[in-house]
């Protein structure tokens, strides 16, 4: 027990290190410092930085993806099921402790695009579900009752993920430059996109 409660606090050092500055700018010194432990017990649990910061990746990829996309597999309509993909996402990547967790999943898989698509990989297949199956029959649905032009499901899903991940990557350019300084201004307009996403995505997609 006093093994994987060490481990546990390991892991939560290593995650808060990573996220602060990314894989290449981490020291196993300073992970061991963050969680209380000597450096010798990080080497004995995982043996390098790489097995270790794969272990994070492991627990913080599901809260960017597969764990948001259980939704689509509620009972709801698909605007409803829009609406609320996005009010998750923008939720859980607002919060203080995640928002910089989609920069590093991004910068990783741009210099490891093949391991670390596995590892995300991985993530999605833990699902007891399709999403993609699941957007499809909704989309047909709606398409069927004349609400809405059909759109082919990998592309909605792209279109919503980018849209909700995207200004999160990029807070500290907007915050400098669109709001000039202004931090509250910059909050706030990340907290609206849990509204303006859905209608922007729900309107492009309506029948005329």
Do not use: W
């Not at 990080?42 to 627990?59: D, T, W």
């Not at 993909?85 to 995640?98: A, F, G, Q, W």
């Not at 907290?191 to 209608?199: G, L, M, S, V, Y």
């Amino acid at each position: 027990m006093e093994k994987e409660s060490t481990k546990k606090q390991i892991l939560e050092a290593a995650q808060k290190v990573f996220t602060e500055v990314g894989l290449d700018g981490a020291r196993m010194q300073k992970i061991a410092d963050e969680a209380d432990v000597n450096k010798a017990m990080l080497h004995y649990y995982f043996k390098s930085k790489n097995k270790l910061f794969k272990s994070v990746f492991r627990i913080i990829a599901p809260k960017v993806f597969p764990e948001i996309l259980q939704v689509l597999n509620k009972d709801m309509s698909l605007f409803e099921k829009i609406e609320k993909l996005v009010d998750n996402y923008i939720t859980v990547l607002i919060n203080n402790n995640n928002e910089k967790i989609p920069l590093l999943i991004l910068n990783e898989l741009n210099k490891n695009p093949d391991e670390f698509s596995d590892i995300m990989l991985e993530s999605f297949n833990s699902l007891d579900f399709d999403p993609l199956k699941e957007l499809e029959k909704d989309i047909q649905e709606e398409v069927l009752a004349g609400k809405i032009r059909y759109i082919d499901p990998q592309e909605l899903l792209i279109n919503i993920i980018s849209m909700c991940i995207f200004p999160v990557c990029a807070k500290t350019f907007l915050q400098k430059v669109i709001f000039k300084g202004e931090k509250d201004k910059c909050q706030q307009f990340l907290i609206t996109r849990r509204e303006t996403i859905p209608k922007f995505i729900i309107n492009s997609i309506k029948s005329d």
